[in-house]
T-cell receptor
Framework: EAGVVQSPRYKIIEKKQPVAFWCNPI?????LYWYLQNLGQGPELLIR????????DSQLPKDRFSAERLKGVDSTLKIQPAELGDSAVYLC????????????FGPGTRLTVL | RKEVEQDPGPFNVPEGATVAFNCTYS??????FFWYRQDCRKEPKLLMS???SGNEDGRFTAQLNRASQYISLLIRDSKLSDSATYLC???????????????FGPGTSLSVIP
C-alpha cells in the first residue's frame, strides 16, 4: 500500500514569491495534517482536516498561508508571499479518523526561501 | 511554559547502555500519548503508544504518570540503530474547538556510540 505522497520534495524560491505543496494521504484516511518543522524542533501543526472540513487551523498564519482539501482526499498548502522565515520542512500526515490513531507522515517538502 | 516539554538532550550513550527520556505536559485534560521516532532528515514514525498501565515493546518501555503529568521512555541495551530523535506527542482537548489537539514536543536527540 502506498504511503503518504508529497511533492515537491525540495523547493527553492525567492522571498515574496508564491509556493504550493501537494499531499496525497493514505487511501481511506479521513484525517489529514499539515505540519511545519524547523531544524531541531518538533513538528508544529498548521492545519488539520477531518474529510474536507478544517477542524483546527488556529496555528495557520492566515495572512499568507492557505490550504484546501476540496474533495476530502488530497490537499494543497500555499504560501503567498513567502518570507525568509518560512524556510522549513513542511510535513503532511494522515490517519484514520481522529488524532488518537497513528499518524503516517510523508517525506516532507524542504522549502528554502532566499 | 510550553504545552509539551522534553529533556533537552542530546544524549550520548555507549552501546548496551540504558537510557531514559522524560516528557512533561501542561494540560491535565490530555487524553492520549505517544512516542515517535525521527531519523535524521526523515519523517517521524510511531514508536509506541503510551497506556495508563505502562507498556513494553521489546527493549522499549513507556510509562505514564497522570498525577505528575509526565511520560517516559526507557530504552534498554541500546543499539547503534537507536540513534535518532525521540518525539513525545500529547493529544489534548482543545479549549477553542470541540476537537482534540495534537501537540509534538521538541524532541530529544539520542546518539548511541560504539
Amino acid at each position: 500500500e502506498a504511503g503518504v505522497v508529497q511533492s515537491p520534495r525540495y523547493k527553492i524560491i525567492e522571498k515574496k514569491q508564491p509556493v504550493a505543496f501537494w499531499c496525497n494521504p493514505i487511501s481511506g484516511h479521513n484525517t489529514l495534517y499539515w505540519y511545519l518543522q524547523n531544524l531541531g524542533q518538533g513538528p508544529e501543526l498548521l492545519i488539520r482536516y477531518e474529510n474536507e472540513e478544517a477542524v483546527d487551523d488556529s496555528q495557520l498564519p492566515k495572512d499568507r498561508f492557505s490550504a484546501e482539501r476540496l474533495k476530502g482526499v488530497d490537499s494543497t498548502l500555499k504560501i503567498q508571499p513567502a518570507e525568509l522565515g518560512d524556510s522549513a520542512v513542511y510535513l503532511c500526515a494522515s490517519s484514520q479518523r481522529g488524532p488518537n490513531n497513528e499518524q503516517f507522515f510523508g517525506p516532507g517538502t524542504r522549502l528554502t526561501v532566499l | 511554559r510550553k504545552e509539551v516539554e522534553q529533556d533537552p538532550g542530546p544524549f550520548n550513550v555507549p552501546e548496551g547502555a540504558t537510557v531514559a527520556f522524560n516528557c512533561t505536559y501542561s494540560n491535565s485534560a490530555s487524553q492520549s500519548f505517544f512516542w515517535y521516532r525521527q531519523d535524521c532528515r526523515k519523517e517521524p514514525k510511531l514508536l509506541m503508544s503510551v497506556y495508563s498501565s505502562g507498556n513494553e515493546d521489546g527493549r522499549f518501555t513507556a510509562q505514564l504518570n497522570r498525577a505528575s503529568q509526565y511520560i517516559s521512555l526507557l530504552i534498554r541495551d541500546s543499539k547503534l540503530s537507536d540513534s535518532a530523535t525521540y518525539l513525545c506527542v500529547v493529544n489534548s482537548l482543545s479549549m477553542k474547538t470541540s476537537y482534540d489537539k495534537v501537540i509534538f514536543g521538541p524532541g530529544t536527540s539520542l546518539s548511541v556510540i560504539p
